[in-house]
């Protein structure tokens, strides 16, 4: 069994790599590396190995889901850790998004927002959103259509304490590269109309998208956040499916 140093070393260095991939995917796009931001994605790591990993550099995390997040935010409670939540939320879940989080990137209800945004007031804080955007068309998976975006937007405004950042998407699963990227042109054009066509009090500076197997298309394509995982923590000892079903 490896140590405690040894893990530490081991996420230390693949952090390093995931961060050398995307300087040179913004090599390739013209881009500054630092235009960049990598969220560790921790679901099914254990607090004990997050500890390392906070160690070894990672102060931000992210989660699918909210109950997982909870208890290790509790479990990490003394360390300076920012939890993004960033997958799909029950309205009931809000509550609990509002006490501990500091981002949420995976709005696609308004239910949910209005719900949040009440719940924020209550805590007396406010909160840096994403909007979700199913920009391969899969039925499995969560996020508005593309043609629905701008009438869903118009509404945010009226939820004050939603800080809205930009738009997060989910790419196709697929070994084809081109049917990959062509999820992230759509995200970055929705993106740029956006800019345009949004209430003035909505930025949309941030495009969350590209995770382990297709980050290093995302960066080409204009992502600024990517949501990295296994090239960090290591495989899991199962497929998605078995965790989110209908994850694939």
């Not at 260095?13 to 990598?38: D, H, K, M, W, Y």
């Not at 990993?53 to 889901?65: L, S």
């Not at 029950?90 to 209005?114: G, H, I, W």
Request: proline content about 3%; charged content about 25%.
């Amino acid at each position: 069994m490896e140590s405690a140093e040894q893990q530490i070393n081991e996420i230390k260095n693949n952090l390093a790599t995931v961060q050398q991939n995307i300087a040179a995917a913004c090599i390739r796009a013209g881009r500054e590396p630092s235009s960049v931001r990598l969220l560790p994605v921790t679901k099914t790591v254990s607090a004990e190995r997050l500890r390392l990993a906070y160690a070894a550099g990672c102060h931000e995390m992210g989660e699918n889901k909210i109950q997982e997040a909870r208890e290790k935010s509790e479990a990490l409670k003394d360390l300076d850790i920012k939890w993004a939540i960033i997958g799909h939320l029950q309205t009931n879940k809000a509550k609990y998004l509002a006490r501990f989080a500091n981002e949420f990137q995976a709005l696609d209800s308004l239910k949910v927002a209005e719900e949040l945004d009440k719940r924020l007031q209550i805590e007396g804080r406010a909160m840096d959103v994403y909007v979700q955007v199913n920009s391969s068309g899969e039925a499995s998976k969560f996020g508005l259509a593309p043609d629905d975006v701008r009438t869903f937007v118009a509404e945010l405004p009226n939820y004050s304490s939603l800080r809205i950042k930009g738009l997060m998407t989910l790419a196709i699963f697929s070994t084809d590269h081109e049917r990959v990227r062509e999820c992230f042109i759509k995200m970055r054009a929705i993106r740029d109309m956006l800019r345009q066509e949004a209430p003035a009090t909505l930025l949309f500076e941030e495009l969350s998208m590209g995770m382990s197997g297709d980050y290093e298309i995302a960066v080409e394509e204009g992502a600024t956040v990517v949501r990295v995982g296994q090239a960090i923590f290591g495989k899991r000892p199962l497929p998605d499916s078995h965790y989110w079903p209908g994850t694939g």
